[in-house]
């Protein structure tokens, strides 16, 4: 009796965990079925230097995108880095214990606010406060950065601050008995022995701001052109996807599974690299 | 005299509980001192309140005095970082960074702001000489210091130390995660280094004591028990603790 409880159990853990990993496999199949296709039909050079998006007139070229995908995301990562690190370091090495219990928890719950509120804020303050200071339609490259760099924060923060509280103990005393302050510690010792840690959270930081879709299509422009300077309004490829797919069928369909094919190659990469860096120090230690 | 440092009626307390009463002591320039006690009598609290590495305790209280050199260390106007580039620290787990040997050894230097290739090959050089490891890894000082045994590892903490040309050299049980062999090769290094070097050093092994050190303390739940030369301190204690805990009926 009791026995077949367990197993019954057992079995339906089982069934749980294969039916998540094979929805997760059936979306990455069927992602793939329908894109991979079009690209080969389409030419991949054509697909992915093309500089044309014109659905109606079978223009299929996803360079523009792909340039402004990037843009925003080395803007977003260009702001929200140096940030998240730098208050990684300030809350392990310069808040005490119990402040720190407090704070980065919060940090952490920032991560749980829909993306639809910061893209709120984005049209809201940020859009207008571009176009009144900086001109260019407000809805641009940089506020998309600044929007997605707030994002990723908490990503950044809370694997860095996990990463430099891992760094012993010892090597901080070691720096300081040797006469180095506080600063000449955290940057010749600890953020070097936390190096694989916080390349980690950068890279996954990275795929989040890639895969922004929402903040994004809100605060972007969506305008399908190359950017010549941060202010101007462009289309990333995930706003490409969300905005195109409902009224698309055919041919377009099948490119934007197509481009949809682009990021989960890039994002899978990006991830792969995270995964290596984080596994290759642990095994130095 | 030639005391190096000496500390008078110091108290220390870790928040509420008080880990060192009116503790006295003196350090004689190119000798080694040897602080004894059983475990947690507050030998590693005194040890690192001369280089005030205490100062990183939360809820630390000193009170007292500490002179090195006839100055005191805990005057207001003390640099706190100089004062630890005179007095270098040898932790109990060789603590090395994981950097590779040249860049443990130039760690001081470049703390110091000496960015110079010369200077710093040179001062690799003699510290590492001075720590009897430039024969074994003259050739290898871009490896990575975690990849040496742990007696060299403990051995490149003494030629990072080296390095800043301190005059004390603090050591808080340098020898309690080696072997006998290791041991007995950081005991002679010791005894070398004392003619260079001031050195304290606390241990829990009382033949290393008595084998190396020139005075010995002997410290009892946060007294100083008993202090002289170590011949005194070992074969004729003046207190009957000292007595019981170097005769080995201690506990
Ligand atoms: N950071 C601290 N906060 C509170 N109490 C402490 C702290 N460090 C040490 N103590 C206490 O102070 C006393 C002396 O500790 P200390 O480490 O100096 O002992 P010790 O003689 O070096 O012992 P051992 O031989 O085990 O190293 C102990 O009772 C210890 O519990
Ligand atoms: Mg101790």
Redo the contacts with the bound molecule.
Sequence with gaps: MKMSGEKAVRFGLMLLAFSSLASLLLIAVFILKEGVPFIIHYGVREFLLGLNWQPHKQEYGIYPMIISSLWVTIGAMLIGAPLGIAGAIFLNEFVPRTVMRIIKPTIELLAGIPSVVYGFIGVMVLAPFIRAYMGGPGLSVLAASVILGIMILPTIISISTDAIGAVPNTYREAALSLGATRWQSVYMVTIKAARSGIVASIILAMGRALGETMAVIMVAGNAVRVPHTPLDSVRTLTANIAMEMGQASGMHRQALFATGVILLCVIMLLNGIAISVVRGGVRRK | MDCAITVRDLDLY?GT?Q?LKKVPLDVMRHRITALI?P???????LLRTLNRMNDL?PGVRIQGQILLEGRDIYAADMDVCALRKRVGMVFQRPNPFPLSIRDNVTFGLRVAGQTDRDVQDEVVEQSLKGAWLWDQLKDQLNRSALELPMDQQQRLCVARVLAVEPEVILMDEPCSALDPIATARIEELMLDLKTRYTIVI?T?NMQQAARISDYSGYMLLGDMVEFGATSGVFTSPKDKRTQDYVSGRYG
């Design positions: 870790y509980f880990a006690g475990s947690g009598c507050g030998k590693s609290t305790v606390v829990h």
